[in-house]
């Protein structure tokens, strides 16, 4: 299936690992040009080369925290200014937060939606006139399954993953009449750096895929996903085949959630 992707750009933040570095890959192999930023400088420019090296794509790296205002503003410039245009926008920075209620402080809460909430209303405040400019683009926000149904401890991370939700309706609604199609990604249980970093504390008695397959008991389909899984659901909420897809929160969870 050609997903009409050759020759668009895209911006990624949180892009160095997991699902961002996954996405840069999957988005180059379909012949996007793309930009990505993270904090760390060392792993950021580490995957660029890594994924110039598989694809034979064109990879822009710009170090930016998206907590500050500034930083935002310059990935968006240097994106800009090397590819000419925008097209699609993955707003993916952030990791998990969960915790009992009583032991989140307001620093906690305020970390929390900085990244998550209003990293993803700076980046796309920037994007949507170099959309609206060139007549439509693709927004896609990474959220949680936890936004929809919160349960016991999980806070800050349910409440600003709901926020995102809810920022993805709004601004569908708000941008359709541009041809901005926004969409959010809800992911369930994943592997990731966090999980082997859990692993390493407490599981260690354990190889890591023992410890994978225990985590995916509980999944209906018995294991944890792959950020491969959600790098070709970008994919596709990204290409002219989801032309007609906007203002859905679609969960990417192996059947966990209880709600659709």
Known sequence: MDLGLQGKVAA?????????????????????????????EDVLQTTAKEVTSATGGEVLAVRADVTNPADCAQFMLQTI??????????NNAGRSSAMPFEQAADEVWQEDIEVKLYGAIRCTRLAI????????????????????????????????RAA????????????AADNILVNTIC???????????????????LTL???????????PLQRLGEAEDVADLVCFLASERARYITGTAINIDGGLSGAV
């Open 209 to 219: 895929d023992e410890f994978y397959a225990k985590q995916g008991e509980s999944i």
């Open 12 to 40: 990624i933040t949180g892009g160095s690992e997991g699902i961002g570095r996954a996405t840069a890959f999957r988005l180059c192999e379909e012949g996007v040009r793309v930009a990505i930023c993270a904090r760390r």
């Open 81 to 90: 200014e090397r590819f000419g245009r925008l097209d699609i926008l993955v």
């Open 129 to 160: 006139p170099h959309m609206r400019k060139q007549g439509g683009g693709r927004i896609i926000n990474m959220t949680t399954i936890a936004g929809k149904q919160p349960t016991a401890r999980s806070v800050p991370t349910s409440v600003t």
């Open 187 to 205: 992911l369930g249980r994943l592997k990731s750096a966090q999980w082997t970093r859990r692993w390493q504390a407490h599981f260690s008695h």
């Open 164 to 175: 995102g939700i809810n920022l993805t309706k709004a601004l569908a609604n708000e941008y």
